[in-house]
């Protein structure tokens, strides 16, 4: 009954664009319902200026909404990837909203007032829609307001900021579909920050500038973030993200390094200039709302005053990646090297627990502080690959199809059985997380050893060209050392297990004949058995021993079945 009595006038209030009362104003966030409401009434108002669209789906069953904003209203595809496009992302983390209200302020504003020239404003209202509609009071234990938001699972309790590779949820093939329709020059997702205590309002991740391509970090690190930080210093000055060294800022920071699981670390893939803006959990809403708002009009303000500067570096960075002889997959943070950056915090003190009766943590807002922070933020490749013309999958494997699809990435069938030569990688060895990790058991340190061999693949096997656009997707999805590649989210775990076994007592015979033929091998067994007293006294060990070495083992345990090759396949004929 009440809420038949007050919808008719929460309709007056979202009609009425020129209303300045956001709700944040009084800590509360809109619904996802309201939110698209909003920006459906915004394009129906501005049908010149706007558009909205649903492109793909959601784990929840809710179309994926993308709302479309510019000076000049052209939305043809062909005007969209001719332009420069800011994609902001919203409510990944729907208990984290500070970008689904400060991105309504700002449409409301542009459209009552000036939409900046030279720039498509895209904007994603609410991502996790599942999530959006598990709203409570209390999820965000450590956070200031608003009084309601929502969960940071998705309708599958995933967290939908580890799945842009692994792709287990609806919610990211539409963004998969979207990002690559809209080809932006930038990317923003907003976000809330966890965390130490200090006096900024906002904090902001770069995508990590080592593992950008040095074209496009040149032009991010010394002339858009100069600008930002700088834009930003009066009202809201800003830090980067606080991902402390130790416990506090005080001894440091470390640039937070966003693998390709990562919506920032996915788009950057592509030469998009990627950020995380993080508003400070303990700051008011009104405030956190307030500075992710400066934030984006400030990005866009730029976009505006220097797009021909953006389309150059973007420009060099590809050029220069289609060139490249090596990826570097793999990264370390250099702790010899770091900058220093002016910080406003507040004194860490320590004083008896009066719950553990131990030592426990508080920062004493009566003891403000400004100083010089280290900022640890070089990080040096730990892994590199030399980039192959083409990847060879087996069309066993064909589910990864939607994937290269989705990411349109060319990609071709073989037209007959074809004997070629190519390296294929032996999986030696990996770890595997002991509790399942966003729905996985994922593998990391992974080792490998080459094997170049000829090796016959069948008609409709699938050919990835690599010199590409996505050759950075390509690779580190394909490469199994990769962080965040197919193999260490569990795609390939097929083949790490043994089909066939021996029964020992039938084997013995075998075995003991090996060893009379073959001198080098018995003497490789003794020597593993004087070296090693637990296989010395284990006779199975000993006997799966020779077995592995038999002509009786399988080939194909753990063989990973991309193969990859450094020649010219022009001349095959490929199909489509
Ligand atoms: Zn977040």
Known sequence: MLKQFIFPFFLFFIFDLSAQQDIYLNNETYTYEETIQIYKNFAEKFPKKTTYMEKGSSDFGLPMSLFLMSEKGDFSKETIQSQHVILINNGIHPGEPCGVDACIKLCREYLNGKIPKNVIIAIIPIYNIGGAHNRNCCSRANQNGPVEYGFRGNAKNLDLNRDFIKTDSKNTRAFQAIFHYLKPAVFVDTHTSNG???????????????????????????????????????????????????????????????????????????????????????????????????????????????????????????????????????WQLDTTVFDTIPFKGYQAVYKPSAVTGKERLFYDHKQPYEKHIRYYNHYVASDSVKIPTYYILPKAWSYFILDLSNNQIPHYSLAADQMLTVDSYEILDYTTTSSPYEGHYLHSNIQTNTVSHERLFRKGDIVIPVRNEALRFIMETLEPRAVDSYFAWNYFDAILQQKEWFSAYVFEDEAAEMLKKDAQLTADFEAMKASDSSFASNSFAQLYYLYKRSPNYEPSVNLYPVAKTYENLDEILLLR
Do not use: C, W
Request: charged fraction near 20%; glycine fraction near 2%; aromatic fraction near 14%.
């Open 196 to 330: 130490a205590d200090y006096q900024h309002s906002m904090t902001l991740i770069t995508s990590q500038l080592n593992k950008m391509n040095p074209a496009l970090a040149q032009f991010t690190e010394n002339t858009l973030n100069p600008y930002l930080y700088k834009s930003m210093e009066d009202d809201f000055p800003m830090v980067p993200y606080m991902h402390t060294f130790k416990e506090t800022p005080v001894d440091g920071i470390i640039d937070f390094l966003e693998t390709p699981r990562y919506s920032t670390g996915y788009t950057n893939l592509f030469n998009t200039i990627s950020y995380v803006t993080e508003a400070h959990m303990l700051k008011p809403y009104p405030v956190r709302v307030e500075a992710t708002y400066q934030f984006l009009t400030h990005l866009i303000q730029f976009m505006t005053d220097y797009p021909e500067e953006i389309k150059a570096a973007r420009n060099k960075a590809q050029e220069e990646l289609l060139q490249q002889e090596y990826l570097h997959l793999n």
